[in-house]
C-alpha cells in the first residue's frame, strides 16, 4: 500500500502542474463475452478457490479510485496515448468484477465506466480496465487501460488477453 500512496502521491504532483479538462450522457452496459476471466462473486465463494473475494476485490479497486482522485482535487486522469491526450474524469461505475487464472498465477479484473469532464471534449463515457494482482497480502493495481470511448473499443479479448482492435 505504501508503494501505491507514493505513486499516486508523484502522479498527482505531476497533475497539479496544469494537465487536462462534463456531462453524464448515457451508462455504457457490460457484455459479459467482451472482459478476460470468469465471474467472481461472492455467491458460491466456498466453490471457488480464489484468495479474494468479489466484495474485497470492488473495495480493492474503488479505494484505489478514490484515493487517486483525491489526491486531484476529485478526478481521475489518464494518458491517452493513441490521442496524445489527459482524460480528466469522475468515477462512475464498476461492473462486476472478473478473475483470470494464468500460468499458475490469479488476476483480478475490472472494467469500469467513468464521466468525461474535459471541457474540449466531446466524448461522455471512458470505460477503464483494471487489472489488480495480490502484492504484500493486499491488492494492487498494476495495469488500467481505456478500453473504449463511447461505447468504442480500442481493444477486444480473446483467451482473456487484450487483442488490439
Given at each position: 500500500?505504501?508503494?501505491?500512496?507514493?505513486?499516486?502521491?508523484?502522479?498527482?504532483?505531476?497533475?497539479?502542474v496544469g494537465m487536462s479538462r462534463p456531462d453524464i450522457a448515457r451508462a455504457v452496459g457490460e457484455?459479459?463475452?467482451?472482459?478476460?476471466?470468469?465471474?467472481?462473486?461472492?455467491?458460491?465463494?466456498?466453490?471457488?478457490?480464489?484468495?479474494?473475494?468479489?466484495?474485497?476485490?470492488?473495495?480493492?479497486?474503488?479505494?484505489?479510485?478514490?484515493?487517486?482522485?483525491?489526491?486531484?482535487?476529485?478526478?481521475?486522469?489518464?494518458?491517452?496515448?493513441?490521442?496524445?491526450?489527459?482524460?480528466?474524469?469522475?468515477?462512475?461505475?464498476?461492473?462486476?468484477?472478473?478473475?483470470?487464472?494464468?500460468?499458475?498465477?490469479?488476476?483480478?479484473?475490472?472494467?469500469?465506466?467513468?464521466?468525461?469532464?474535459?471541457?474540449?471534449?466531446?466524448?461522455?463515457?471512458?470505460?477503464?480496465?483494471?487489472?489488480?494482482?495480490?502484492?504484500?497480502?493486499?491488492?494492487?493495481?498494476?495495469?488500467?487501460?481505456?478500453?473504449?470511448?463511447?461505447?468504442?473499443?480500442?481493444?477486444?479479448?480473446?483467451?482473456?488477453?487484450?487483442?488490439?482492435?
Amino acid at each position: 500500500m505504501r508503494r501505491f500512496l507514493i505513486v499516486l502521491t508523484i502522479t498527482s504532483l505531476l497533475f497539479s502542474v496544469g494537465m487536462s479538462r462534463p456531462d453524464i450522457a448515457r451508462a455504457v452496459g457490460e457484455h459479459a463475452g467482451e472482459h478476460p476471466g470468469s465471474s467472481q462473486s461472492d455467491e458460491g465463494q466456498t466453490s471457488m478457490r480464489h484468495e479474494f473475494s468479489a466484495e474485497e476485490i470492488q473495495s480493492a479497486i474503488t479505494d484505489y479510485i478514490e484515493t487517486d482522485q483525491s489526491l486531484k482535487n476529485g478526478y481521475f486522469y489518464i494518458y491517452d496515448e493513441k490521442l496524445n491526450y489527459d482524460w480528466k474524469l469522475t468515477f462512475s461505475k464498476l461492473h462486476p468484477v472478473r478473475v483470470i487464472n494464468r500460468e499458475g498465477k490469479t488476476i483480478y479484473f475490472a472494467c469500469t465506466n467513468f464521466s468525461v469532464q474535459n471541457d474540449d471534449s466531446e466524448n461522455n463515457i471512458l470505460d477503464l480496465d483494471f487489472w489488480m494482482k495480490p502484492e504484500d497480502g493486499e491488492l494492487e493495481p498494476y495495469k488500467v487501460r481505456i478500453h473504449k470511448v463511447d461505447g468504442d473499443e480500442r481493444f477486444t479479448y480473446e483467451d482473456d488477453r487484450p487483442v488490439e482492435s
